[in-house]
């Protein structure tokens, strides 16, 4: 168990110090990874940007992932198809919840970026870090934005994570780094005696 994100962070940049010598950016997908992946990238001294994904949760249940929707123009897409089916929801209601995502999208940019054009370079090996990973939805999304964009190689890190979500993961990345793979993660928190949701101001906090 993690003590919170930054112990979990530092054990993570431990797990990737190999990646010390390359050209890297390192990828925190906000809110809950920026604080693991600034551990990263101070302990490997590489920049540290955002990379905007939100879940497209249920309608009736928030933590249902049915996919998640990134940043971009055009932004890149995963569904969860066989949940979607299995809830009955329409086209139309999917698009709904993806312009949702969307406007907070750009809240988030305006936020956080104040205009700045996100870092990005094809060429660097991106390593895309969140905090942990259950359904995998927001990662995979992310890992399909930088595909669209041709980086060179993609690194997906994350201080725990689903055995089964490694696997699909391994198949659409050219690395998976994690300190520890479970069987069954329901809920991520589970791992971190401190799991306190994090404000706007404490991202900001870790970009400066």
């Known amino acids: 168990m993690f003590r919170n994100r930054m112990d979990a962070g530092e054990q993570l940049a431990l797990k990737l110090k190999n990646h010390t010598a390359d050209n890297c950016i390192i990828y925190a997908i906000p809110r809950g990874g920026v604080p693991v992946a600034h551990q990263i990238a101070i302990f490997l001294n590489k920049p540290l940007e955002l990379l905007i994904v939100r879940k ?9 992932a049915l996919g998640a929707v990134t ?8 569904l969860e198809q066989g949940m979607i089916r299995s809830l009955g929801m329409d086209a139309t209601a999917i698009d709904d919840l993806i312009r949702s995502r969307k406007k ?7 936020l956080f970026r104040h205009g700045r054009k996100m870092l990005i370079d094809p060429n660097a090996t991106a390593i895309i870090v969140d905090d942990g990973i259950a359904t995998g ?7 399909r934005f930088l595909r669209n964009i041709d980086q060179k190689r993609i690194v997906v890190a ?8 490694v696997d699909e993961l391994e198949k659409l990345a050219d690395e998976v780094v994690c300190v520890n793979v479970v069987h069954g993660l329901y809920a ?21």
């Open 56 to 64: 497209l949760g249920s309608p009736w249940e928030e933590e249902l």
């Open 71 to 78: 940043e971009g123009d055009p932004p890149s897409y995963y």
């Open 104 to 110: 907070e999208i750009e809240r988030m940019q305006l």
């Open 137 to 143: 939805s927001t990662v995979k999304a992310a890992v």
């Open 158 to 165: 994350a201080p725990v994570a689903d055995q089964i979500v």
């Open 188 to 208: 991520v928190g589970e791992y971190y005696r401190d799991f306190s949701q994090l404000s706007d101001e404490e991202v900001m906090g870790y970009l400066r």
